[in-house]
């Protein structure tokens, strides 16, 4: 496979390393040059552009920050599309609106393309043992392209509907893992408060109803106060407004999740917007 993938942050880099190891040609660029110098020190092809990216590839794999970045990626200078050729796949595994996400594959599928949206869930651990969770908004024939890259990068691999759905489905998880992050900070705040380690109560509450992946991995980083970004609070900011937004657009009042964006704007606030998200606890002992 002549796979392109664009941006190589905390969760691209090791995706990008995977797809490498599993035999495809790798074409790579980035905002930032380190990532990409040392990727292609690894043996894969490092280029400018987006474009010239897509001019390489027959899959172009988009792992940006946000909905603004996936727009220029596609339509900037030398961005994807001024490259794209018939037949061509671009999956968009980033975290994007999607009512955006739907007009570009109008615009991709237009040109002779096929598109797909994948966002993943999983984390750099995820990324990293290549059993991310992967949600997928797809027509058929875009899904029978993309299938060998997710077979590669993820584990739980499910086609939830057609394009836009998966957009739909990693905004319900960001919602629930958002709401979840708080409740465990809070769980161990008031063990703490309450003269009882929380570390132990961590551990007590992992073999019960309250366990769970965000208990186990982000209560682990509050209880040893390792903020170490695996995944920035500003992505969780990010992704709870656009879960607001689309509940906005399609009337529904997501009060808990209301609540829940407080604690994420106090960390931007705080100037803790490159802390994990497992530093949403220092928002809560704060209140």
């Known amino acids: 496979m ?7 942050g905390l969760m ?8 490498n190891a599993a035999g495809a040609s790798m074409t790579i660029t980035s905002r930032s040059a380190g990532p990409a110098e040392e990727l292609a020190a690894e043996g ?5 552009t987006a474009r010239d990216v897509a001019d390489a590839s027959d899959i172009v794999i988009l792992m940006v ?7 220029k990626v596609l339509h900037g ?11 061509m796949t671009i999956i968009d595994m980033s975290t994007t609106k999607v009512r955006e996400t739907r007009a570009w594959a109008t615009e991709v599928v237009t040109a002779g393309g096929h598109y797909v949206d994948a966002p993943v869930s999983g984390g750099t651990v995820g990324a990293e043992a290549g059993n991310l969770t992967i949600m997928i908004g797809a027509d058929a024939d875009a899904l029978t392209a993309a299938m060998p890259v997710f077979e ?8 939830v509907g057609d394009v836009g759905a998966g957009q739909v489905t990693k905004t319900a998880n960001q919602a629930i893992v958002g709401i979840t992050l708080a409740a465990v900070a809070e769980g161990l705040t008031l063990a703490a408060q309450a003269g009882v380690d929380p570390a132990k109560v961590r551990t007590a509450l992992l073999g019960g109803f309250a366990e769970s992946r965000v208990l186990d991995l982000h ?15 500003s992505v969780h900011h990010k992704d709870i407004l656009q879960a607001l937004e689309l ?9 808990s999740l209301k609540t829940n964006l407080e604690l994420w704007q106090k960390m931007m606030d705080r100037g803790w917007a490159d802390l994990d998200q497992a530093g949403i606890i220092r928002a809560v002992e704060e209140d």
Do not use: C, W, Y
């Open 2 to 8: 002549k796979i392109g993938f664009i941006g190589l």
């Open 247 to 255: 509940a906005d657009q399609v009337g529904v009042d997501l009060l």
């Open 152 to 159: 590669v990068l993820g584990q739980n691999i499910t086609h």
């Open 65 to 71: 920050t946000d909905t603004n970045a996936v727009d």
């Open 12 to 19: 691209g880099k090791p995706m990008d390393r995977n797809l």
């Open 219 to 233: 209560g682990g980083r509050m209880v040893e106060r390792a903020f170490e970004p695996h995944g920035r609070a």
């Open 44 to 48: 894969m092809n490092a280029v400018p």
């Open 77 to 87: 200078d030398d961005g994807v599309l001024s490259g794209l050729s018939a037949g």
